[in-house]
């Protein structure tokens, strides 16, 4: 049985072994409004193949996980309305049942293990929300970091989460979470929400071959590389802090839970900047899409001079 169907593109770039960097679903479709979703997908692709590598957008289509979309894929997607927003829990029911589903970055990450894809860029991860002691909303992005051998290139996690409590979480699940280029935690359309990060590192080669050593040295899992939002594109957290605190405030008094969280706030945060922080937000991945594609370049590179299988 083949569990994925890759684009002639993927196809041809995994019989090659060369550059992949996987890309999420989710984003496109509850992360942003129509129709700048799909600009921002085509951008990220084409950014990925300036910078050397392969993109390889995920989703599940009609029951079929597709690693790798065509343009009139990416497009029906970008438009489609109820799709389903996949995580490890109803990845496999949704395939079970012939359904379609973006890829959160958990089932992104479980889709590019099984294909032997290393390097994934996104926008943000999920973490642990705000008074996660009472709703136990606990992003299984986390988990998946702990369990899938994939680096994944964010703009570190939104200020919407608890970021100490997320960093503590990742700890204790064993993830190591890299800043680039600076101390601070990055704070999504924030270059620092006044955290420290618990590692920096500055180079691709650095974070392809701790990512090689930390599968030589028998550990599972992957690599959270937290990488700035470009100066010119943040917005400072003191413009942020209470824009969130509203959209958390309205979450809560409209009950959203669950699932919709994420989804809620976004598109709430997005009302209330006025469309600012979409500008930001597909800066910021635009950004981790041209650095995704460096370190997928390094780990080839790598993967080479150390011998090692893909
Ligand atoms: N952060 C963003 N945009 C997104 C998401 C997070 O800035 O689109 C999506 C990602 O797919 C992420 C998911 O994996 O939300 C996390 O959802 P939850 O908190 O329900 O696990
Ligand atoms: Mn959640």
């Not at 957008?57 to 009609?62: D, F, K, M, R």
């Not at 894809?117 to 002691?133: L, M, S, Y």
């Not at 969130?244 to 989804?263: F, N």
Request: hydrophobic share 45%.
């Amino acid at each position: 049985m083949t569990l994925y169907t890759a684009s002639p593109e993927v196809r041809a770039a995994l019989d090659a072994g060369t550059p992949i960097v996987a890309l999420e679903s989710t984003i496109i479709t509850h992360g942003m409004p129509w129709p700048q979703n799909l600009e921002m997908a085509r951008r990220v692709e084409d950014t990925i193949r300036e910078g050397g590598a392969t993109p390889a957008t995920i989703a599940v289509i009609g029951g079929t996980l597709h690693i790798g979309l065509t343009d009139d894929q990416l497009h029906t997607l970008a438009q489609a309305k109820n799709v389903a927003k996949l995580s490890r829990a109803d990845m496999a029911v949704c395939m079970a049942q012939g359904g379609t589903g973006a890829t959160t970055v958990a089932a992104t990450m479980i889709a590019a293990r099984l294909a032997g894809i290393g390097v994934f860029a996104t926008g943000g991860i999920g973490g642990v929300h705000k008074g996660a002691e009472e709703s136990f909303d606990v992003s299984a992005d986390l988990q998946e970091l702990a369990q899938s051998p994939v680096t994944v290139i964010a703009a570190g996690a939104k200020a919407i989460l608890d970021l100490p409590k997320t960093l503590e979480v990742l700890e204790t699940l064993g993830v190591p979470t890299i800043a680039v280029g600076q101390d601070a935690l990055p704070a999504f359309w924030s270059r620092s929400a006044g955290h420290k990060a618990p590692l920096r590192m500055d180079e691709a080669k650095d974070i392809a071959r701790a990512q090689l050593l930390r599968q030589a040295l028998g550990l599972p899992g992957g690599q959270l590389v937290a990488n700035p939002i470009p100066e010119s594109d943040e917005i400072p957290h003191a413009v942020m802090a209470p824009i969130i605190a509203q959209a958390t405030a309205d979450a809560e008094a409209h009950g959203i839970r669950g699932k919709q969280v994420t989804p809620y706030l976004l598109q709430r945060i997005y009302e209330l900047t006025e469309g600012r922080s979409l500008t930001a937000n597909i800066a910021l991945v635009l950004n981790n899409a041209r650095f995704g594609a460096k370190i997928a370049c390094e780990l080839c590179a790598l993967r080479e001079e150390m011998k090692l299988p893909a």
